[in-house]
Antibody, heavy 120, light 108 residues
Framework: EVQLVESGGGLVQPGESLRLSCAAT????????MSWVRQAPGKGPERVAT????????YYLDSVKGRFTISRDNADSSLYLQMNSLRAEDTAVYYC?????????????WGQGTLVTVSS | IVLTQSPGTLSLSPGERATLSCRAS???????LAWYQQKPGQAPRLLIY???SRATGIPDRFSGSGSGTDFTLTISRLEPEDFAVYYC??????????FGQGTRLETK
């Protein structure tokens, strides 16, 4: 059974940093692209960052470029999101998702999410 | 690419047919569009990918159709557990992946 379990969310002040982690089980982690998708209260989801299966390339939402870094450890089946210079508009539930390339790119498994609140 | 979903809220009764729309601001090549269902306090769940292919374990009362800029999710006979928020999502190579703003399906 595919499982994605996020951790690391919390309340931080504007300008501070936070590192999210995702532990993946039930599939061959090193064979899949992975993404972080966030959802602000009452809004639709928003793809934040995506990383290739071998970590050789990554893609970011324009508003987080230069502030967020996605990374992975295939030996440990873990995905990470380092978030620096956090802003109030980064407040959201952050989901770890598995990518699937069948008929385009979509997110076939999601974790339960971890809440990040940026507020003074 | 902006995805506009309509209606914003759809009020129906169990047993009725639901038709949800997703319109893209530009053509979605190769119909690379997906649909998700989200219930309160839960993560989104993949329903449909490639505009019309059902994901694993999704009942056949859910179906997707459309091409180009206009896509539709149809639920043939609503079950009580189908009342939720539905999102569409597009993939076009070299463009940012985007989601629609959602359609809330509520009990009439």
């Amino acid at each position: 059974e595919v499982q994605l379990v996020e951790s690391g969310g919390g309340l931080v002040q504007p300008g501070e940093s936070l590192r999210l982690s995702c532990a993946a089980t039930g599939f061959t982690f090193s064979s899949f692209w992975m993404s972080w998708v966030r959802q602000a209260p009452g809004k639709g989801p928003e793809r934040v960052a995506t990383i290739k299966e071998d970590g050789s390339d990554s893609y970011y939402l324009d508003s987080v470029k230069g502030r967020f870094t996605i990374s992975r450890d295939n030996a440990d089946s873990s995905l990470y999101l380092q978030m620096n210079s956090l802003r109030a508009e980064d407040t959201a539930v952050y989901y770890c998702t598995r990518g699937n390339w069948a008929s385009g790119y979509h997110f076939d498994y999601w974790g339960q999410g971890t809440l990040v609140t940026v507020s003074s | 690419i902006v995805l506009t979903q309509s209606p914003g809220t759809l009020s129906l009764s169990p047993g009725e047919r639901a038709t949800l729309s997703c319109r893209a601001s530009q053509s979605v090549a190769n119909n690379q569009l997906a649909w998700y269902q989200q219930k309160p306090g839960q993560a989104p769940r993949l329903l449909i990918y490639g505009a019309s292919s059902r994901a694993t374990g999704i009942p056949d009362r859910f179906s997707g159709s459309g091409s180009g800029t206009d896509f539709t999710l149809t639920i043939s006979r609503l079950e009580p557990e189908d009342f939720a928020v539905y999102y569409c999502q597009q993939f076009v190579r070299s463009r940012p992946i985007t989601f629609g703003q959602g359609t809330r399906l509520e009990t009439k």
